[in-house]
C-alpha cells in the first residue's frame, strides 16, 4: 500500500508563487508515476502535471506548461509541485496520486491524497 498526504496550500495573490508537497510512503516499491490533479468545484478532476518515478522524465497539462514544475527530494520520499504566476483559474483542491504503470490518465492512478486547497485572489 502507498500512502500520500498533501500539504502547502493557502491562499495567494494573483501572480504569485506557492509549492505543494506530497510525502510517499509505505510500499514505494510500487510508485513508477507521480502526478499531480486538481479539482474546481462544479468541474472534473483534471490533470496537472506527472513524474515518470524511475528516471525522473516530467510531463505538463498545457494550461500549467511554463508556470508549475513537478520535483521530488533526493531521498524520493517527497514530490512537489511549485506553482508560479498564479491566475485565478488556478483555484482548485489538489491531489497527489501514485500509479504502478507509467502513465498520466487519472483512472490509472491507484493511489491519492487527501487533497490540499489552493485558493488565488484577484
Known amino acids: 500500500q502507498v500512502h500520500l498526504v498533501e500539504s502547502g496550500g493557502g491562499v495567494v495573490q494573483a501572480g504569485g508563487s506557492l509549492r505543494l508537497s506530497c510525502a510517499i510512503s509505505?510500499?514505494?516499491?510500487?510508485?513508477?508515476?507521480m502526478g499531480w490533479f486538481r479539482q474546481a468545484p462544479g468541474k472534473e478532476r483534471e490533470y496537472v502535471a506527472a513524474m515518470h518515478w524511475g528516471v525522473g522524465n516530467t510531463y505538463y497539462a498545457g494550461s500549467v506548461k511554463g508556470r508549475f514544475t513537478i520535483s521530488r527530494d533526493n531521498a524520493e520520499n517527497t514530490v512537489y509541485l511549485q506553482m508560479n504566476s498564479l491566475k485565478f483559474e488556478d483555484t482548485a483542491i489538489y491531489y497527489c496520486?501514485?500509479?504502478?504503470?507509467?502513465?498520466?490518465?487519472?483512472?490509472?492512478?491507484?493511489?491519492w491524497g487527501q487533497g490540499t486547497q489552493v485558493t488565488v485572489s484577484s
Open positions: 509505505g510500499s514505494t516499491f510500487l510508485v513508477y508515476t
Open positions: 496520486a501514485a500509479a504502478s504503470t507509467f502513465t498520466i490518465a487519472q483512472k490509472s492512478y491507484e493511489y
